[in-house]
């Protein structure tokens, strides 16, 4: 199976590929159109600033070519949040395939950004597939995806927000399935059997 990681100067990739070879599943990380045209699923992962990213993108044209996939793609933190129309941060237009908005969390009680394990319910994705209702996972995010029809699992922190969506060949997390344990694991060998 071959399996492109998109690079895009976001960190995290090197936890994705650990996780993928943890699975016996080799892995390419490429910013190469061709290469991510070839493959047979797509991951989108990501840790960084959303107008900085999308600019990367955009300078390579890599932009429209992840709206013109056609094979199944796993968005990961912030490439779920790219994914999505407009993100608050730094007023970014991203890539328009999820219809959400990314907004910042606003919270006088509780910590931004929201980090470490917290559970994640009303699954219903074939990415949650064997996957218990209300597993712990692992987040690392001060931004977040609004809830709606696409939404396919939901998480509180401050309020109910997308804790995964899909739409098509598209489907994203915003927690790290690399560092989720045995939950996280089921979750990647759910996508790589899509």
């Not at 395939?97 to 929201?114: A, D, G, M, N, Q």
């Not at 994705?125 to 064997?130: A, H, I, T």
């Not at 109910?160 to 060998?189: M, T, W």
């Amino acid at each position: 199976m071959r399996v492109a990681i998109v690079k895009y100067n976001a960190g995290n990739t090197v936890s994705v590929i650990n996780a993928l070879n943890r699975l016996g599943v080799e892995s390419v990380v490429t910013d190469s159109p061709e290469e991510l045209l070839a493959a047979e699923k797509v991951i989108f992962p990501g840790v960084g600033e959303a107008s900085t990213a999308m600019a990367y993108l955009r300078e390579r044209g890599l932009d429209g070519v992840i709206k013109s996939l056609t094979q199944p793609v796993l968005g990961i933190c912030l490439g779920m949040q790219l994914m999505c129309s407009f993100s608050d941060e730094n007023d970014t237009e991203c890539l328009g395939i999820l219809p959400f908005r990314v907004r910042r969390f606003e919270s006088e009680t509780l910590k931004v950004p929201h980090t470490g394990w917290n559970r994640v319910s009303d699954l219903r994705s074939p990415l949650f597939e064997g996957v218990a209702e209300g597993l712990h996972v692992y987040f690392v995010h001060g931004y977040y995806v609004e809830t709606g029809a696409n939404t396919t699992a939901v998480t509180n922190y401050c309020l109910d927000f997308s804790a995964g969506v899909d739409c098509g060949n598209f489907y994203a997390i915003q927690f790290h399935p690399e560092k989720s344990g045995e939950a996280g694991a089921r979750i990647l060998e759910n996508f790589l059997k899509i």
